[in-house]
């Protein structure tokens, strides 16, 4: 039961977990939104290409007379005529546009999901920042109410010391600077909070955020998944776009057929049919031009997705080499500095109590701070690098 509770408990509380501020984000975020709609409209681009040419429709009167515009039976040339012609795509040509507008779609979904990606990333770093802030107010306020404890301990021995003036004034200055900074963090947190609720698309009071230290997961798995990368996915599709392109293109070249009916009206002579077809004659090479120039854009977007894929691999070796860098302060800090000035600062506690050495224990509060606020900041750095990575290789959990 006592289990069950604690499970509970968040949600009794009304504490929003992260892994709900990236649901809620992913669902409906607005800028998801925008991008899901441009894949709808590419729906519609692609129905349209499997629609044939508007036919054209023409209406005519033949051979008026100037004497008399009116009179339409003199002879047989003088005819009312409706004409409908219809343009006939030629074999492939539509196939190909709608190739090419699939890649587009597809393309769009690609960025949609980067987007997604992008989107995860943002709220994790915003959030593993509100817990830095959240940690760094914490031990400020601890450290002030222990500055102040000890101000009021030693006041009492103040006239039995020489040195007590030096170790008050300083333990003073050190008061206003914790309280300095408490101030800015305060500042810092409510706008890292109003970022969130941007990015979470809902208001956000609260965040239930826990960041332990663990050892990060090996460079190989990186790596492996590094082809995933939505970005890297996105610089492909445009490479198959421009493949589509050069199919279109060099489809211009077949010329598109028609065939034109035209019924001819006669005053006072039989009426009649008339039946033409025809077709451009692609005889300047435009067309050829075309081609080639949409083929040497394939080719370049080609080099530039290569290019892109050794960006990335260069961004994952400096981002895990700043992972280790972090897990291995992380661990010189819980393992080795800690402890040791944890044992030196008690002992000066003690000492402090006992009306003595209150500048000493000043300097070792200073000291203890700054490897607290090391250790915060190692420990946010861990896991906003980790975010990072996920990102890389397309994870948004």
């Not at 293109?249 to 006072?268: F, H, L, N, T």
């Not at 039946?275 to 080719?299: C, H």
């Amino acid at each position: 039961m006592k289990t069950l509770f604690l499970m509970l408990l968040p949600l009794l509380l009304g504490a929003t977990t992260l892994e709900s501020v990236i649901d809620k984000a992913l669902a409906s975020h607005i800028s998801l939104e925008v991008i899901q709609e441009r894949i709808n409209a590419e729906d519609y681009t692609i129905s349209a290409t499997r629609s044939f040419y508007n036919p054209e429709i023409s209406f005519g009167v033949n051979d008026i007379q100037f004497d008399d515009p009116l009179d339409r039976s003199r002879e047989p040339m003088q005819t009312a005529s409706v004409n409908i012609k219809q343009k006939i795509p030629s074999f492939g040509k539509r196939d190909a546009k709608t190739d090419r507008s699939r890649a587009r779609k597809n393309q769009i979904v690609l960025t949609l999901e980067a987007a997604k990606v992008k989107l995860v990333e943002a709220i994790k770093v915003t959030a593993y920042h509100i817990w830095e802030v959240n940690q760094e107010l914490n031990i400020t306020q601890e450290y002030i109410a222990v500055t102040k404890q000890n101000i009021e301990l030693h006041t009492a021995y103040s006239a039995t010391r020489d040195n007590s003036h030096m170790g008050m004034m300083s333990a003073e200055l050190t008061l206003s600077q914790l309280k300095i900074k408490k101030s800015r963090y305060t500042s810092k947190r409510k706008a890292l909070f109003a970022k969130l609720e941007y990015l979470a698309g809902e208001s956000v009071d609260d965040l239930e955020i826990v960041l332990d230290v663990t050892a990060p997961k090996p460079y190989g798995y990186y790596a492996e998944r590094l082809g995933n990368n939505l970005s890297y996915s996105v610089t492909s599709s445009e490479v198959m776009v421009a493949q589509r392109e050069v199919q279109v293109k060099d489809s211009e070249g077949d010329v598109d057929p028609y065939v034109q009916v035209g019924y001819y009206y006669r005053e006072d002579f039989k009426d009649y049919v008339n039946v033409s077809f025809g077709m451009a004659l692609p005889i300047y090479g435009s067309e050829s031009d075309n081609t080639e120039s949409a083929r040497k854009s394939a080719l370049s977007k080609s080099a530039a997705s290569q290019d892109f894929m050794l960006k990335l691999q260069g961004e994952l070796g400096g981002r895990y080499a700043a992972l280790e860098d972090a897990y291995a302060i992380a661990k010189i800090l819980t393992d080795e500095s800690m402890p040791q000035l944890e044992h030196m600062f008690e002992l000066t506690n003690a000492s402090v109590k006992n009306g003595q050495d209150l500048f000493v224990y000043i300097d070792l509060l200073k000291q203890k701070l700054s490897l607290d606020e090391q250790l915060i900041e190692a420990t946010t750095q861990q896991h906003t690098t980790e975010a990072a990575l996920d990102a890389l290789i397309g994870e948004t959990k």
